[in-house]
C-alpha cells in the first residue's frame, strides 16, 4: 500500500482548504484510513479516521464540527475538508492506512503512511 498527500498550503484564519491522499494498493479490503497532524515541538494528534468500506468516520475533539473525512473508492483518494481554519491547525498533516476495522474508536496501528502535506495558517 503507497498512500500520497497533497492539498496542503498557506491559508489565512477562517480559510478552507481540502486536502487529498492518494492510495495504491488496497484492493477491496477493508482498511481504516486516517490524517494526523504534528506540529513543531507537539506530539503527533490523529484528527480523523474512516473505514474504507462502511465510510463511518471518527474525529478528534479539536477538529469535531469543522472538518470532514471522506473518501472515494472509485478513484482511491481520502479527504479532509477543513473549514474555518486558525493558526492552532498549523502543521504537517499526514494520511495513513491500517488493515484494522473501525470499531468504536480508531485503530491503534497505523502500518502505511504518505510523506505528508505542510497547512500554515497565518494572517
Known amino acids: 500500500v503507497q498512500l500520497q498527500a497533497s492539498g496542503g498550503g498557506l491559508v489565512h484564519p477562517g480559510d478552507t482548504l481540502r486536502l487529498s491522499c492518494k492510495s495504491s494498493g488496497v484492493g477491496l479490503a477493508d482498511y481504516t484510513f486516517a490524517w494526523f497532524r504534528q506540529a513543531p515541538g507537539k506530539e503527533r494528534e490523529e484528527v480523523a479516521c474512516?473505514?474504507?468500506?462502511?465510510?463511518?468516520?471518527l474525529y478528534s475533539d479539536s477538529v469535531k464540527g469543522r472538518f470532514t473525512i471522506s473518501r472515494d473508492n472509485a478513484e482511491n483518494v481520502m479527504y479532509l475538508q477543513m473549514n474555518v481554519l486558525s493558526p492552532e491547525d498549523t502543521a504537517r498533516y499526514y494520511c495513513?492506512?491500517?488493515?484494522?476495522?473501525?470499531?468504536?474508536?480508531?485503530?491503534?496501528?497505523?502500518?502505511?503512511w504518505g510523506q505528508g502535506t505542510q497547512v500554515t495558517v497565518s494572517s
Open positions: 474512516i473505514s474504507r468500506v462502511t465510510g463511518r468516520a
Open positions: 495513513a492506512a491500517s488493515r484494522d476495522f473501525l470499531g468504536a474508536i480508531c485503530p491503534r496501528l497505523y502500518g502505511f
